[in-house]
């Protein structure tokens, strides 16, 4: 199945700011797991302090850690999310439309390729290419938070849809 672009909303649906929609949290690689009892509304705000920094970090809906996340990788300089749901049948991840060329390329895996690949790296192994994370890392972090507030993808980036 070819993948679906899902394009940027300019409105944004509001929200509760005080919501916790995630159940578990999993830092990658040594940061920490928490469960939804240990989920605070101070434990939200260092992450999203976090994020522009450097982090890799697993925001699930599942209290047991086990099916419906959203992965987030930035270094400062890109940021890429991916969700999966439905025990990896139903995959979303941002979308960098100004990469869109290099879709077919992904495919060689030459991963030594910066012009195809960003240096973030999916579970600590999996390069990101470009068109899958972003530089707008402000929208990166507002998407993270609605995710969090919400349990649903932010609607002001664009995502790729995958499904099996």
């Given at each position: 199945?070819?993948?679906?672009?899902?394009?940027?909303?300019?409105?944004?649906?509001?929200?509760?700011?005080?919501?916790?929609?995630?159940?578990?949290?999993?830092?990658?690689?040594?940061?920490?797991?928490?469960?939804?009892?240990?989920?605070?509304?101070?434990?939200?705000?260092?992450?999203?302090?976090?994020?522009?920094?450097?982090?890799?970090?697993?925001?699930?809906?599942?209290?047991?850690?086990e099916d419906d996340w959203l992965e987030v990788n930035c270094d400062g300089e890109w940021i890429s999310l991916g969700f999966s749901g439905d025990s990896g049948q139903d995959y979303y991840c941002s979308y960098n439309p100004a990469f869109a060329d290099t879709a077919d390329q992904i495919d060689k895996a030459d991963f030594?390729?910066?012009?195809?690949?960003?240096?973030?790296?999916?579970?600590?192994?999996?390069?990101?290419?470009?068109?899958?994370?972003?530089?707008?890392?402000?929208?990166?972090?507002?998407a993270v938070e609605y995710f969090i507030r919400t349990g649903a993808l932010y609607p002001g980036i664009e995502w790729i849809h995958e499904c099996e």
């Open positions: 199945m070819k993948p679906k672009i899902i394009p940027k909303q300019e409105i944004i649906p509001s929200y509760d700011a005080n919501a916790i929609a995630i159940k578990h949290i999993e830092y990658y690689p040594y940061g920490g797991t928490y469960s939804e009892d240990e989920i605070t509304p101070v434990l939200i705000s260092n992450i999203l302090k976090e994020i522009p920094d450097g982090i890799e970090i697993y925001l699930f809906l599942d209290p047991d850690g030594s390729d910066k012009s195809i690949y960003t240096d973030l790296e999916s579970g600590g192994q999996s390069p990101i290419p470009k068109i899958q994370a972003i530089t707008d890392i402000e929208a990166g972090v507002k």
